[in-house]
């Protein structure tokens, strides 16, 4: 019994350890890569799943593939996205979890797939949502070398790994946006100041007044079809001068 | 670390709610001036890279912070500018006290500023410019007020940004033109005197500001002598004593 025991405390334990390093990826430096990466990795090492993968939805609406815990699963899931069928779709589509215990018998649901899986060695698999309220952000598939499928406490364990998971997609995208926003303004600053500097010193160089040197510019950037501020910008660093631009 | 609790977002969000209509910033400026009671509130944006770094450069200020705006702008340092290169708070209780920024430091006390504390628009591990506290009176921060100013900066970030989002560069917002309007001779200027000293024109702007430093005069007035032909600088050397 002890050992059993021993065994279930060390499995919950590594199960927190997986929690806790989740979250930590969170905080800084988070690649979305890397982060489903070893999400994938984990889920196989405390033996959820012979391997895992997931796929995401673009901003298109379509799913991608990201990453996968073992090559041959990454075969199978481009698989799933190419033929728009398997599991995952079918998670991301009814946003419910999808599971097979038998892909041998699973033909007719999946022509393409189910065939294919089993031939990669699979005999049944599970995929779960990556939910956010109402959307679906992607999949989560685990595969296994045996039928069956999960149990409900294990799919009660990825579910949670999802939804971390969630968690981490999310605050990356609103990173991602914020600096977006950050480098529009600080271009547009640079672009106006460049600018002022640009007839600051074609103005010297030619002699002319700010108009003039502004006119030299603005022309310039117009027959060479080049944008504005990108035309100063290479006056402020020397790469034109303003005899280039006569 | 300031405790982020919901109240003090509510109370940031019911000042700025309060105050009279108009641009963002200029909101949040006032609002924050009032929830941490000072003076003076300003709020600047900083402009580093590369060939291009011309320092930071004010949006908008209340009224009691226009003087220490412009005073740092012209000098080219302060606790705005360090809180804004380090990427954390700078806090200045006492400027009479002080031997951090000597130039700052004598020009604002002679226009009646005692403290100045400023908090970096962070993003990550980069900076995007600075939230300014302006008092009369010498003095720490409490922790409140401190929280209070951290919660305003983060607010004062996003504000920003959002005024440019979704732009083409060519199309700076108009709160930020107005705000560039006063400087644009300087960077006329700095164009100029790269030429004429064979120089980068963040060099040429460091001339500028020396030059208007010794003379006690600001930095448009040179930039308006520059452009004028009415003054021709030589190099930072010989501005030396």
């Not at chain 1, 089993?118 to 598939?141: E, H, I, T, W, Y």
């Not at chain 1, 045996?146 to 999310?170: F, K, S």
């Not at chain 2, 109240?7 to 009279?20: D, H, K, S, Y």
């Not at chain 2, 021709?232 to 004593?241: C, F, I, N, Q, V």
Request: aromatic share 6%; hydrophobic share 45%; with cysteine.
């Amino acid at each position: 019994m002890t050992g059993i025991a021993a065994t279930a405390l060390s499995r919950e334990q590594r199960l927190v350890a997986t929690f806790v390093e989740l979250a930590d990826t969170l905080v800084e430096d988070f690649d979305v890569v890397d982060f489903f990466s070893s999400l994938t990795e984990r889920v196989v090492e405390l033996g959820l799943a012979s391997e895992a993968g997931i796929l995401l939805v673009d901003e298109a609406g379509d799913l991608q593939y990201v990453a996968a815990s073992h090559e041959r699963t990454h075969l199978l899931e481009l698989f799933q996205v190419q033929n728009e069928e398997g599991p995952c779709q079918d998670c991301f589509t009814t946003g419910t979890p999808v599971g097979v215990a038998d892909l041998e018998a699973a033909s007719d649901r999946w022509p393409l797939f189910a065939p294919r899986a089993v031939s990669a060695g699979f005999r049944s698999v599970q995929a779960v949502p990556l939910r956010l309220r109402g959307d679906v952000l992607g999949a989560f598939n685990l595969f296994l070398n045996d039928p069956g499928g999960i149990d409900r406490e294990t799919e009660a364990v990825v579910q949670a790994m999802a939804d971390v998971a969630t968690i981490g997609l999310l605050q990356q995208r609103e990173l991602d946006r914020a600096h977006t926003v950050e480098g529009q303004l600080q271009q547009a600053l640079h672009t106006r100041i460049g600018i002022e500097q640009a007839k600051g010193i074609i103005s010297e160089q030619m002699r002319i007044e700010m108009d003039a040197a502004f006119e030299l510019l603005r022309g310039y950037s117009r027959n060479r079809n080049r944008k504005l501020h990108n035309v100063a910008q290479d006056v402020v660093r020397g790469a034109l001068a303003a005899d280039d631009l006569t | 670390m300031a405790d982020m609790k919901p109240g003090r977002i509510m109370r940031l969000a019911e000042a700025f709610a309060a105050q009279p209509s108009g641009p963002g910033p200029m909101r949040l400026c006032a609002a924050t001036s009032k929830l941490v009671d000072a003076a003076g509130v300003g709020l600047s944006v900083g402009t580093s890279h590369g060939l291009l770094d011309t320092g930071l450069h004010s949006v908008c200020a209340t009224d009691a912070g226009q003087d220490g705006e412009a005073l740092q702008f012209d000098l080219g340092e302060g606790p705005s500018h360090t809180a804004h290169q380090t990427g954390w708070p700078v806090q200045a209780p006492d400027l009479e006290c002080d031997g951090i920024w000597p130039a700052f430091s004598a020009a604002a006390t002679r226009v009646g500023l005692r403290a100045v504390f400023a908090f970096p628009l962070r993003s990550g591990s980069t900076s995007q410019g600075a939230l300014t506290l302006y008092q009369h009176v010498a003095g720490e921060l409490t922790s409140d007020q401190y929280a209070d100013a951290l919660i305003a900066s983060r607010f004062a970030l996003t504000l920003l940004t959002e005024r440019q989002a979704g732009r083409p560069p060519d199309e700076l917002d108009a709160v930020f033109s107005e705000s560039l309007s006063n400087s644009i001779e300087v960077h006329q200027a700095s164009g100029i005197v790269s030429v004429q000293l064979g120089i980068p024109v963040a060099d040429a702007l460091a001339v500028i500001r020396a030059h208007a430093f010794a003379e006690a005069c600001s930095l448009a007035e040179v930039a308006k002598q520059v452009i004028d032909r009415r003054l021709k600088l030589g190099p930072l050397s010989d501005e030396l004593p």
